[in-house]
């Protein structure tokens, strides 16, 4: 291999050697699956020893981050549009909201709701009802 850092033929073939030499020494194999194990424990720690791929690059963002916030909505950065609720749109576009805060980078706690709109959500919520607990039905008299 020409990278200076990585290993040189030889110190793998001993590598490879001395791991399939523990295993083998330890576990029951066939004569003729030996070749086989070889191959892979010398291809693994080939790969092992390859040049990492770097990450790709983020995308730039159509919108600067910062303003993709406002209280009747959030941008996307997947198109620039404007939504109440990112859900949705995420998983049109195959993304989990998690998936999409760490594409673009964003903090853990980056809203996929506009909060207009969640207020409005709970206030329709609170008028129907919900978050109460239930109450009992009296008991029918029997006296009658």
Do not use: F, M, N, W
């Given at each position: 291999m020409s990278n200076e850092t990585s290993m040189p033929h030889t110190d793998l073939i001993d590598l490879t050697a001395k791991v399939v030499s523990a295993y083998v020494s330890e576990n029951h194999v066939?004569?003729?699956?030996?070749?086989?194990?070889?191959?892979?424990?010398?291809?693994?720690?080939a790969k092992l020893d390859a040049p990492a791929e770097p990450e790709p690059a983020r995308p730039e963002p159509p919108v600067p981050i910062r303003k993709t916030?406002?209280?009747?909505?959030?941008?996307?950065?997947?198109?620039?549009?404007?939504?109440?609720?990112?859900?949705?749109?995420?998983?049109?576009?195959?993304?989990?909201?998690?998936?999409?805060?760490?594409k673009w980078g964003l903090p853990?706690?980056?809203?996929m709701v506009a909060a207009n709109y969640a207020a409005e959500r709970s206030e329709i919520a609170r008028a129907s009802g919900l978050g109460r607990s239930r109450t009992k039905a009296k008991p029918i008299d029997q006296a009658a």
């Open positions: 066939q004569a003729a699956e030996l070749p086989a194990l070889i191959a892979s424990t010398y291809a693994s720690l916030v406002s209280p009747d909505h959030i941008i996307s950065l997947e198109d620039g549009k404007p939504y109440k609720s990112l859900k949705r749109h995420l998983t049109t576009r195959g993304l989990s909201p998690e998936q999409y805060r760490q853990h706690d980056y809203p």
